[in-house]
């Protein structure tokens, strides 16, 4: 139906409006997108779309696999939940980075954003059940991490006042 030229142009005119992967099969896809315009209906039809398979472990490393999201994720398991509680990790995550990854992970459903402060606004970070499902996850990972890296240790959980 589509060219290769139009598909690689509606591709990358559909991945910039609605926030979707560049990599979306446009010629599957393009009818849904002409009939729903709006960007509620793109989010629910980018959940369907698996960016490099439809194996588990490959979805799960798209949203989790790069450097910094799993440490967010160990942080706030530990009871971090402010910006400047990240920065104190011993990773020393930039903030720019930081900024990305908790919008990444709250667009996947894994935190809530919750203001704590009006002026100026500030904001805390909460797991949701998605992201609480991931603790196993981080403590086989832990448990490998110091079962074949001697001299590792786990960090102790964040006192709240």
């Known amino acids: 139906m589509y060219n290769a030229i139009s598909t690689t142009i509606l591709r990358l005119y559909y991945a910039s409006r609605y926030e ?8 599957e896809h393009a ?3 002409f009939l729903n315009k709006n960007k509620r209906m793109a989010e629910e039809l980018d959940k369907l779309i698996f960016e490099r398979s439809n194996c588990p472990i490959s979805c799960s490393l798209d949203l989790l696999g790069d450097k910094w999201t799993l440490l967010v994720i160990r942080d706030l398991l530990l009871g971090k939940k402010r910006f400047q509680e990240f920065l104190k990790s011993p990773e020393r995550i930039a903030t720019n980075i930081l900024a990305d990854r908790l919008k990444k992970i709250e667009a996947a459903g894994l935190i809530t954003q919750q203001t704590y402060q009006q002026k100026p606004v500030r904001y805390e970070y909460v797991l949701t059940k998605k992201g609480e499902d991931l603790k196993p996850v981080l403590q086989s990972l832990a448990k490998w991490g110091i079962t074949y890296y001697p001299g590792t240790k786990i960090f102790e959980a964040v006192g709240r006042p």
């Open 31 to 33: 009818p849904l997108l």
């Open 20 to 27: 979707l992967p560049a990599s979306l099969n446009v010629s």
